[in-house]
């Protein structure tokens, strides 16, 4: 239970210093640049919340990692936004799909990391 609250309370900050430092916004809400024309970004972010809503998290994630271009700062705010929304999930429904709190903690320093950012 500690080693639970330690993890979202340590993904919270990681996000919240993302948040700031790189992405300089308050928010860990991926926001569509245009609503009419959707980027590559916009149709990713759209399939992975999709595939959460479908308790598809594993694969969510494989396919963020799968698409994921360090060269564009609009995946690193689909990251956060992607890790934000797991970590405030209730433990019960990330158990019932499979996925931990130290794989959204792995997931997203991992993630970090593929923009050069090593925490």
Not at 34 to 53: F, G, K, Y
Not at 65 to 93: C, G, Q, T, V, W
Request: glycine share 2%.
């Amino acid at each position: 239970m500690y080693e639970q609250d330690y993890i979202i309370r340590l993904v919270k900050n990681l996000v919240k210093f993302v948040l700031k430092a790189f992405l300089k916004k308050e928010e860990a809400k991926y926001e569509y640049t245009d609503e009419e024309n959707l980027s590559q970004t916009d149709l990713l972010h759209r399939r992975i919340l999709d595939l959460i809503s479908q308790g598809k998290i594993n694969e969510a994630e494989n396919l963020l990692f799968e698409e994921i271009d360090p060269n564009n700062i609009k995946y690193l705010e689909l990251a956060i936004d992607f890790y934000n929304r797991i970590n405030e999930m209730e433990d019960e429904f990330l158990e019932e799909n499979n996925f931990s709190r130290k794989e959204v903690e792995e997931g997203l320093k991992d993630v970090l990391k593929e923009f050069g950012i090593n925490m």
